[in-house]
């Protein structure tokens, strides 16, 4: 009877560990796979040359991938303010912005600007100007 308590215990555990498992894996963005649409996007819609891919390629790998990173170190300590989380996300978006700007032509950033991609930097530098503290006021 122990041992029949005991599998049945076991396998109550197992079936309610596996779906927790695969729940928390499919909460993990596959950070490749988003660089890899966002560069298949941005080469389509603003008709990037080879030289251009290849820099909008490593600015997207670099970027993300360090974005990922400070997000998974900002976690461990145990930040949960979604503030926090959104700086983060706005200062490697911004970088990657001015990255872009220098390598697109004036008509591929006009036209960036003028895109969803373009509005979303707007909104971003307000965020990002609302945060810095008034250089007027001192402490």
């Known amino acids: 009877m122990n041992r029949l308590f005991l599998f ?42 080879e030289v251009q891919v290849f820099f909008v390629d490593s600015i997207l790998q670099y970027n993300y991938h360090a974005m990922v990173d400070e997000i998974g170190q900002t ?10 989380f959104q700086a983060i996300s706005d200062k490697w978006m911004d970088a990657t912005d001015v990255a872009f700007e220098r390598i697109f032509t004036d008509e591929q950033w006009s036209k960036y600007m003028k895109s969803i991609y373009g509005k979303e930097k707007k909104r971003r530098d307000k965020r990002m100007s609302d945060r810095k503290p008034d250089s007027s006021e001192k402490k």
Request: charged share 20%.
């Open 8 to 49: 049945i215990f076991a396998a109550a555990v197992m079936l309610t560990a596996v779906p927790a498992a695969y729940a928390q894996e499919a909460q993990e963005p596959d950070v490749d796979k988003i660089i890899e649409n966002q560069l298949n996007t941005l080469t389509r819609t603003f008709n990037l040359d």
């Open 75 to 84: 976690r461990k300590t145990g930040a949960s303010n979604p503030e926090t």
